[in-house]
């Protein structure tokens, strides 16, 4: 039997903290601490730096990313990657749970 290769990735895109003036996000992070980053958590079957750069050009973008994005950031996502999907899609959502609760500021896809 052949060994399945994994290509879903979750990822991590800092915003700027601009985005802390829109009502919805607000509203979605009550224990935002001011001194950590805004951020938003997704998952893709794409390579991450491809979906960023499809986010700002507009295509199927989130609009927090597309308004806001800064850059990926990596170090709080790599280790995770590749996996199955099932598994990217609980990682995205376990991601936002674990950095909301460290203090981020965070929406997710």
């Known amino acids: 039997m052949r060994r399945r290769s994994y290509h879903h990735h979750v990822y991590i895109v800092e915003l ?5 003036n829109e009502p919805r996000f607000r509203k979605a992070n009550p224990d935002y601490r ?4 805004c951020v ?3 998952m893709t079957g794409l390579d991450p730096d491809l979906r960023f750069d499809k986010h700002k050009a507009g295509i199927q973008a989130n609009r927090f990313v597309f308004d806001y994005g800064l850059r990926l950031l990596p170090a709080l996502y790599e280790v995770y990657n590749p996996m199955p999907y ?3 899609r609980e990682m ?8 909301r609760e460290a203090g981020y500021g965070v929406w997710q896809g």
Do not use: M, N, S, T
């Open 92 to 99: 995205e959502v376990e991601l936002a749970i674990g950095l």
């Open 40 to 42: 938003y958590v997704g």
């Open 86 to 88: 099932e598994a990217a």
């Open 34 to 37: 001011h001194a950590k980053p």
């Open 16 to 20: 700027d903290d601009r985005v802390w």
